[in-house]
Nanobody
Framework: QRQLVESGGGLVQPGGSLKLSCAAS????????IAWYRQAPGKERDLVAL??????NYANSVKGRFTISRDNAKNTVYLQMNSLEPEDTAVYYC???????WGQGTQVTVSS
């Protein structure tokens, strides 16, 4: 299966922005549906954004603030996160939707 590696997390103040990357191996990455998930301490791992065949979907909690996109030449899917809130603090994961394997994720911390 394709290997996906998340990166781009970090510490950001409320209202700030981060852009996460999900880099994939293989030459047919663009045919896969890719989803971003997040998991905060003590909480469920929730789907936050999905891109599939040009169609994008977002969880209500991030709609209007997050944007999922892809760069086919780089075999990479991105998650642009704007207007970040403390509630967005979590480990963010990407995987092939709906049943791909999990990677290490990347930590996003939104705090003053």
């Amino acid at each position: 299966q394709r290997q996906l590696v998340e990166s781009g997390g970090g510490l950001v103040q409320p209202g700030g922005s981060l852009k996460l990357s999900c880099a994939a191996s293989g030459s047919l990455f663009s045919i896969y549906a890719i989803a971003w998930y997040r998991q905060a301490p003590g909480k469920e791992r929730d789907l936050v954004a999905l891109i599939n065949g040009g169609i994008v979907n977002y969880a209500n909690s991030v709609k209007g603030r997050f944007t999922i996109s892809r760069d086919n030449a780089k075999n990479t899917v991105y998650l642009q996160m704007n207007s970040l809130e403390p509630e967005d603090t979590a480990v963010y994961y990407c995987r092939i939707y709906p049943s791909g394997s999990w990677g290490q994720g990347t930590q996003v911390t939104v705090s003053s």
